[in-house]
């Protein structure tokens, strides 16, 4: 069974930082793509960051320059490093694991960010 757990979420300022983290079990991350999705309030779920299987990572414009996404093969994670937060960052985010056509969700973090 898949589980991903996301943690690191919470209340920040404009222009701080957080470091989201996804553990993962029962499937491990070198083998498939790993996402993270933002959902706002009153609006669609959107892709922030992804990391493919053999590293590459891509990123919504949105976000570019600001966020990072990175893994920890022994620790089996998956992180979301947040510089420069805004207002508009405020989400539930969420790690996503896609392998075999296959997608599995976490049930999310809360970002708030204040101005």
């Known amino acids: 069974q898949v589980q991903l757990v996301e943690s690191g979420g919470g209340l920040v300022q404009a222009g ?3 470091r989201l983290s996804c553990a993962a079990s029962g499937i491990t991350i070198t083998i498939a793509t790993m996402d993270w999705y933002r959902q706002a309030p009153g609006k669609q779920r959107e892709m922030v960051a992804a990391i493919t299987k ?3 990572t891509s990123y919504a414009d949105s976000v570019k320059g600001r966020f990072t996404i990175s893994r920890d093969n022994a620790k089996n994670t998956v992180y979301l490093q947040m510089n420069s937060l805004e207002p ?3 989400a539930r985010y969420y790690c996503n694991a896609k392998f075999m056509m296959q997608s599995y969700w976490g049930e999310g973090t809360l970002v708030s960010v204040s101005s």
């Open 54 to 56: 053999r590293g590459d």
């Open 88 to 90: 508009e960052d405020t």
């Open 16 to 18: 701080g930082s957080l």
